[in-house]
């Protein structure tokens, strides 16, 4: 049998038509042909592997945006530090800041307290008086008192018979006598003015004083005598001596 001649294949006949017809629209002629084939081979080997492995065929990531530019700031803004005043940059000087209108408070200074070591002041004791006995009491009623050297005699037509309280320090009358009686001192009574002779009283017995109330002669018991007492009577013109 005759041979039959093999018809030329063009390398795009094995593609298909459709790829075929954009490798004729590209150009004729085997450097256009090649260009395309190289392009195409390249294609068909990454999807073979793709499927070869059983990984989806990669996608060329979309172009990556430009990622805004964060500016970094030494003190972030946060609600605390926006109520708080901005810090000065410069701090015044005490020569240069402005004055306030308050005048400086003058620091207290306190006395250094005394060592113990130091030695106590001597107790100053005031020894006060002890205090006037009856007696004195008496005796301080009678201004420029005179004692007699003896008991002188003297008469009256009636006159009134006093003695001190020297507890109360009160002056009580004991009643009325008439007659003789016997004085031992002149003086001038104190606070009045009048003249005066001290006549010794035995108490309920002498002038005829003899009813004299209990409440009296628990005083005079209260002042520390028992039977005589001092008392005395105005130097009236009633009182003559004997």
């Not at 017995?205 to 007492?229: F, H, V």
Request: glycine content about 4%; charged content about 10%.
């Amino acid at each position: 049998m005759p041979q039959q001649k093999r018809a030329k294949l063009k390398p795009y006949h094995l593609l298909p038509r459709a790829l075929a017809a954009t490798i004729r629209r590209m150009g004729k002629g085997w450097p256009g042909t090649l260009v395309v084939l190289a392009w195409v081979v390249s294609l068909l080997t990454g999807c073979m592997e793709a499927l070869q492995t059983g990984q989806p065929i990669s996608v060329a990531p979309p172009l990556l945006r430009p990622s805004p530019t964060v500016v970094a700031t030494a003190n972030p803004v946060t609600p605390a530090t926006m109520s708080q005043s901005p810090p000065s940059s410069v701090t015044p000087t005490p020569a240069t800041a402005a004055p306030t209108g308050r005048t400086p408070a003058t620091p207290t200074v306190s006395a250094p307290p005394l060592p113990s070591s130091a030695e106590p002041l001597p107790t100053l004791a005031l020894h006060a008086p002890p205090p006037p006995s009856n007696e004195e009491r008496w005796r301080a009623q009678q201004i420029d008192r005179q004692p007699f050297p003896a008991p002188q005699a003297y008469t009256t037509t009636g006159s009134e018979l006093w003695w001190y309280d020297p507890v109360n320090q009160q002056h009580v009358i004991l009643g009325h006598i008439t007659g003789a009686f016997a004085a031992q001192a002149a003086f001038t009574l104190r606070g009045q003015g009048v003249p005066a002779l001290e006549v010794p009283y035995h108490v309920n017995i002498s002038y005829r004083l003899t009813a004299l109330s209990p409440a009296l002669l628990d005083r005079i018991k209260l002042a520390g005598y028992s039977e005589w007492i001092e008392t005395y009577v105005f130097a009236t013109p009633s009182i003559s001596p004997r």
